[in-house]
């Protein structure tokens, strides 16, 4: 089958390009406002996109809190959704007001990064406090502004726990992470294989 995006009459019940680009690593966005009030949600856009320097982005269906947030501090943390994890990543979804802390409704720790002014989860297996460095709104073919709002970070400090860690490596068949798939569809890493690059002759 093909279809145009343009037109996205696709035939099928549900839209398939999020399915189709998958899975996708969630950002789990911890911020706190200019009032104090802390924030975290899980973003489906979200990936890294440099090692050096060590940068992340995120992308926003609209001016949520987190990016509200953002652009008030500056700084933003991305906490690592594993296994266990998970109804509390769910929870922290709900469309809370601004000031309801989503780490106080999902039971989890908010604790305030050491370079950053912004809080990360205890219980994540992994944490990635970040600066800002750009925030835009990505444009369509025709110079059109999307919905989205992708905010993009510098990554400063990395916190591991030591029982994600095996042989000096961060096991994912430890930490399970969680990816967002198509649809409401959800999957976690529990197996991994090597696939090394061939040499060029």
Not at 13 to 40: C, E, M, Q, Y
Not at 52 to 66: A, E, I, N, T, W
Not at 101 to 113: I, Y
């Amino acid at each position: 089958m093909f279809y145009e995006t343009a037109t996205n009459q696709h035939g099928l019940p549900h839209d398939p390009f999020k399915a189709i680009v998958s899975p996708r690593p969630i950002g789990w966005i911890g911020t706190k406002a200019a009032d104090g009030s802390l924030n975290l949600a899980p973003y489906s856009f979200f990936n890294a996109i440099s090692d050096r320097p060590k940068l992340v982005m995120f992308s926003s269906s609209g001016r949520k809190d987190s990016v509200r947030n953002i652009e008030e501090t500056g700084c933003f943390t991305a906490n690592f959704v594993s296994h266990d994890l998970l109804q509390q990543m769910n929870t922290s979804s709900a469309p809370f007001d601004h000031g309801v802390s989503e780490f106080e409704r999902a039971g989890l720790t908010p604790v305030t990064g050491r370079l950053v002014a912004a809080p990360y989860v205890a219980e994540a297996m992994a944490v990635l406090e970040c600066q800002v460095t750009e925030i835009m709104v990505p444009k369509d073919i025709s110079g059109g502004e999307s919905e989205n709002i992708a905010v993009f970070g510098q990554v400063l400090g990395i916190h591991i726990a030591e029982r994600a860690l095996r042989d000096g490596r961060f096991d994912v068949t430890l930490a399970q992470p969680v990816s967002r798939l198509g649809y409401m569809d959800y999957a976690t890493v529990t197996e991994v294989f090597e696939l090394r690059r061939p040499q060029a002759k």
